[in-house]
């Protein structure tokens, strides 16, 4: 699993559009990307290596949490009617149904 490094600070952060990190933030940031990558192993989806496609959806999935959570981080919602990110949705099914099986399932 990577750990948590200056270039994933960086990437969440503009992916999150956060200009600078208020006291605090940076161990909210880290936790929130902890706990997507949780998620993401517990729906058996495992982390690709570096530099591929996939990892490219994998690092899109890990974002779009990240900034869900961060812009929802009260325990209500108010605003607009909130719907699913059908593009999220459809890059998660298709890391989870590609998911490459482990010499010990064959």
């Known amino acids: 699993m990577t750990t948590w490094s200056e270039t994933i600070r960086a ?13 605090g933030e940076e161990d ?27 990892r490219a959806q994998y690092d899109l999935c890990v974002n779009a949490l990240v900034l869900d959570a961060y812009d929802k981080r009260g325990t209500t919602v108010s605003g607009s009617a909130l719907t699913d990110n059908r593009e999220y949705r459809g890059t998660f099914l298709q890391l989870q149904a590609t998911e490459p099986v482990s010499e010990s399932d064959t």
């Open 11 to 23: 990437r969440l952060m503009a992916y999150c559009r956060i200009d600078v990190l208020e006291d």
């Open 28 to 54: 909210l940031l880290k936790t929130l990307y902890l706990s997507a990558v949780a998620y993401l192993a517990g729906a058996d989806i495992s982390e690709p290596e570096a530099d591929t496609p996939r």
